[in-house]
C-alpha cells in the first residue's frame, strides 16, 4: 500500500488512482530495461527508488548482474526488501541513502556502475547538482544516466510561480534540465517525452469531472494485471521524440563528457 506521506507512484497499486499515470511512471521503467538489455549493462543504480518496483523489474532481466536501489525513506526501503525477499530475487539490494549528500556514492556503492536511472526524483531536491555529481561519478565512461522530471507547463503553480507540489523544489523544462546535466559534465544524447499517456491521463480527468464518476470505480474498468500493465504502458507511455512538450515528464539520456 503507497504510503502517502510519500510523494510516489505503485503502478502496481490498484487503489492508485487514474491508470495513465501508472502507465506513465511503468513506461519509464520498461524502457530504461529495454536500454540496459540492449547495451548489456550489468550493474545498475536507482536513484530513488521508492518502493523498488522498478529495481525489482530491471533486475528481472536476465543480463543485470546489480541493481542497487537508493532511498531516503526508511519506510520504503523496508518496503522495497520485503518485496524482494516476495520475488526472491537476490540481485537486488536496498540502500538508505540521502542523494544531496556529497559522499553517498562513495559510502554506498563499490565498482563502477553501468546505468544510472532517476525518476522524478531531481526535484525533490533542494541541491539537485549533488546528486547529478555523484551520479557522475558512479558511471563508467560509457554509462548512462537516464532521469525524468516533471514538464514545467504541467506543474500547477502558486502566484509565486513554484509547484503548489509541497515535495517540488524545483521547476525544469527542456532547457533548463539539459543546462543542469550539461553543467555537471554530462552530454544529452536525447529528450523523450510521454504525450500519449500525457493526453488520456488529462481527458480522463475532465471526464471524471464532467460525468462525476467515483475514481476508484474507474479503476476497475481497466486491466490492473502485470502483464496488462506492461502491455497498455509500452502501447501508450513508450518515451518517444517527438512532442516532448506535450508529456508530463522530459526523458533524458545522458552521458558523460570525455
Not at 559522499?103 to 546528486?131: C, N, R, W, Y
Not at 565512461?141 to 537516464?146: A, I, N, Q, V, Y
Not at 499517456?197 to 490492473?224: H, P
Amino acid at each position: 500500500m503507497n504510503n502517502k506521506k510519500h510523494d510516489y507512484c505503485d503502478p502496481y497499486d490498484k487503489n492508485e488512482p487514474f491508470y495513465w499515470m501508472k502507465l506513465e511512471h511503468l513506461g519509464r521503467y520498461l524502457y530504461g530495461a529495454y536500454l540496459a538489455k540492449e547495451k548489456n549493462y550489468r550493474r545498475i543504480v536507482d536513484g530513488a527508488s521508492a518502493n523498488g518496483y522498478g529495481s525489482l523489474l530491471l533486475a528481472s532481466l536476465p543480463s543485470v548482474e546489480e541493481v542497487i536501489g537508493l532511498e531516503l525513506s526508511d519506510f520504503l526501503v523496508n518496503e522495497a526488501w520485503r518485496l524482494a525477499e516476495q520475488e526472491k530475487n537476490k540481485k537486488v539490494s536496498f540502500k538508505l541513502c540521502d542523494l544531496e549528500e556529497d559522499a553517498f556514492a562513495a559510502a554506498s556503492i563499490a565498482g563502477p556502475i553501468d546505468m544510472v536511472i532517476s525518476f522524478e526524483t531531481l526535484e525533490h531536491l533542494e541541491k539537485p547538482k549533488q546528486a547529478l555529481r555523484q551520479f557522475h561519478q558512479l558511471l563508467t565512461d560509457d554509462g548512462l544516466l537516464l532521469l525524468s522530471v516533471p514538464n514545467a507547463y504541467y506543474e500547477a503553480k502558486n502566484k509565486e510561480g513554484k509547484s503548489k507540489n509541497p515535495h517540488h523544489k524545483h521547476l525544469f523544462d527542456v532547457s533548463s534540465i539539459s543546462a543542469l546535466l550539461e553543467d555537471e559534465g554530462f552530454k544529452v544524447q536525447k529528450v523523450l517525452g510521454q504525450p500519449l499517456a500525457n493526453t488520456c491521463l488529462y481527458r480522463e480527468k475532465t471526464i471524471v469531472n464532467l460525468y462525476k464518476y467515483d475514481v476508484q470505480e474507474v479503476q476497475s474498468f481497466y486491466n490492473q494485471s502485470k502483464e496488462g500493465l506492461y502491455y497498455f504502458s509500452r502501447l501508450f507511455a513508450w518515451p518517444e521524440v517527438d512532442q516532448v512538450e506535450g508529456s508530463y515528464s522530459i526523458i533524458v539520456e545522458a552521458t558523460k563528457k570525455l
